[in-house]
């Protein structure tokens, strides 16, 4: 199975800042990567899929990037509902479909 | 408005099992792959399982695979997953979620199973 790892596990961050969490996969995986918020005690969402492509209705403050084996997701300008946890998710071969570990971003 | 609706969650006894539902609506069902994912407590999303959209294709967690049966009823705009032979580490908040192929765009709200003597 490809073992997707993300960093930081977690910071802190302010509103108005421009933050990056990391996604490295185990292998290539091309482009075949999504990211997920998930807010607690809620379900996650889809953000980004195809490493960079914005799902419908995601503020263009979120991007993505990268390809092969590292990415990013960048927030250019947090906001307070921003605060959340991010998960990268590989679907470049499955079964299995592999998540993260998750990033935690939280308010300094 | 897209909506999932999980339900059958609940307490069960290790080596019990459970049948969870999610009921669709406000997409075409059966146009759709599907999938199930959980979480433990406090940790991170795991895949369970998908079915393609007419039913005829699944595929299964190495930790799930023989114990866990993933199922659909497109007449009812339902999926299923049956679980049997529950351990402990089966504990977790299941979501049902639409896939755009193996893209999770849409989630449902979950149900939570304990296993737990």
């Known amino acids: 199975a490809i073992r997707m790892t993300q960093s930081p596990s977690s910071f802190s961050a302010s509103t108005g800042d421009r933050v990056t969490i990391t996604c490295r996969a185990s292998?290539?995986?091309?482009?075949?990567l999504a990211w997920y918020q998930q807010k607690p005690g809620k379900a996650p969402k889809l953000l980004i899929y195809?490493?960079?492509t914005l799902q419908s209705g995601v503020p263009s403050r979120f991007s993505g990037s990268g390809s092969g084996t590292d990415f990013t997701l960048t927030i250019s300008c947090l906001q307070s509902e921003d605060f959340a946890t991010y998960y990268c998710?590989?679907?470049?071969?499955?079964?299995?479909?592999?998540f993260g570990g998750g990033t935690k971003v939280e308010i300094k | 408005e897209v909506q999932l609706v999980e339900s059958g969650g609940g307490l069960v006894q290790p080596g019990g099992s459970l049948r969870l539902s999610c009921a669709a609506s406000?997409?075409?069902?059966?146009?759709?792959?599907m999938h199930w994912v959980r979480q433990a407590p406090g940790k991170g999303l795991v895949w369970v399982s998908r079915?393609?959209?007419?039913?005829?294709?699944?595929s299964y967690a190495d930790s799930v695979k023989g114990r866990f049966t993933i199922s659909r009823d497109n007449a009812k705009n339902t999926l299923y997953l049956q679980m049997n032979s529950l351990r402990a580490e089966d504990t977790a908040v299941y979501y049902c979620a639409r896939g755009r192929g193996a893209v999770a765009d849409f989630w449902g709200q979950g149900t939570l199973v304990t296993v737990s003597s």
């Open positions: 079915i393609n959209s007419d039913g005829s294709s699944t």
């Open positions: 998710q590989q679907y470049y071969s499955y079964p299995p479909l592999t």
């Open positions: 406000g997409f075409t069902f059966s146009s759709y792959w």
């Open positions: 292998q290539g995986i091309s482009s075949y």
């Open positions: 195809a490493a960079s």
